[in-house]
């Protein structure tokens, strides 16, 4: 999208239409308007996902009518990475990588040695699955890309390990809710 067609200069420093501040003027349609005020047309025409960034970081919420078009950007193949290491209450060694972009985080992953343990594959299955959706959620915040139900259905069914597991009931429920719908309803089996 352009940001329209802009004519002559306006050497008589009249006031922006937009901001009040007189300076060099270039008409655009019926108003006239300085350098700044046309930098951020441009930024809010042609780069909508750095506009919602700006005023995120500014600290200004609904600043906009209309929900703006959010642009997704694609995660590249190669990122840089923060591996940490921890235990927790059990005393199990755990390593978290954060993977950023930009230095903000985007995807964040949890990973043990003893993860071949039986007895820990319900756990790794539901640590996978808090991962994931909160991968989603870091790439909503700082990407721009849009959270639905078919990409929370698709992590939760990348997360199930072994059938009936918590990501995959969560996913047999939730999927009632979405035009995709599982191969069996749990509609019977729910009791309230």
Known sequence: MKTGKKT???PQNEQCTTCGRKQE???QGQDRLCAQCLAMIDILCNHPDCAVKLT???GIT???QSEPKQIEQELPDVLDAVRYRTTDRERNTWYVSVSELGGNPVE???STAFDR???LQSRISNLTTITRLISLILRHIFLGERLTLEKTLTQLQRSSRLPDDLPAMLGKV???YSKRKPT???QENITL
């Open 117 to 119: 343990d039986q007895h």
């Open 8 to 10: 002559s200069v306006n």
């Open 174 to 176: 939730l999927a009632n």
């Open 108 to 110: 964040i992953f949890a």
């Open 56 to 58: 995120r970081l500014a």
């Open 62 to 64: 609904n600043i906009l």
């Open 184 to 186: 069996e309803t749990v």
């Open 25 to 27: 003027l270039t008409a």
